[in-house]
């Protein structure tokens, strides 16, 4: 057996002896190798000529090759330091994504009340204390989210009477340039059989002279009548069963 054949049988070998190492790197990995399927003696007795021999050297000098760095690099991996794998530990967290679940009623009537004085704040408007107690009888089953909704769609509905008005009126109040000052000739928007209703739109009334309608209970109950309650009965039943299979530490 010539040294040639020595060469590229002992390649073969090794070849072989790290196939299995050798799926652990992609196909396009500088470290792959690719399996020889013939021993090294039948590659130099089928060899014709010094060209073929040639090519034949070149391709095991690129074999040893990679597998020299496919073994540096096992051997720089074996020596890392593995972290110890922890047991699977079971856990409420694991099980159903909470440690705990609280369950937080719905408002009542009264809370729901003061929660419409709440978001309401500092905005002038016209609702009494009657006014606020028949909101809360009225929303039995909305949520606080729900009630804000309602408060935001209703702060918008005098800036929608003012845009869609047809007609406008002069009315007494606080001036724009000193609220200190009464004056009698603002306008506000009402309907064409208003004492002194003016036909125009909201483009034809000057800046200054502008005084926009109040919140009313009217607006109220209007976002109300188009403001469905989030929280269905189906959910409250839901939350109620699994408190009843879990408990609150569920």
Known sequence: MTQMARVTAATVSLIFSLKAQAKVFHPRSPFSIHIVLTSGEEWINEAQGDKAKQSIRAKCTEYLDRAEKLKEYLKKKEKKPQKPVKEEQSSPVDEKGFEKRIYIPLPEAHARAAMFKLHLGSTQNSLTEADFQELGRKTDGYSGADISIIVRDALMQPVRKVQSATHFKKVRGPSRADPN??????????????????????????????????????????????????????????????????????
């Open 181 to 250: 000052c009464i004056v009698n000739d603002l306008l506000t928007p009402c309907s064409p059989g208003d004492p002194g209703a003016v036909e125009m739109t909201w483009m034809d009334v000057p800046g200054d002279k502008l005084l926009e309608p109040v919140v009313s209970m009217w607006d109220m109950l209007r976002s109300l009548s188009s403001t469905k309650p989030t929280v269905n009965e189906h959910d409250l039943l839901k939350l109620k069963k699994f408190t009843e299979d879990f408990g609150q530490e569920g």
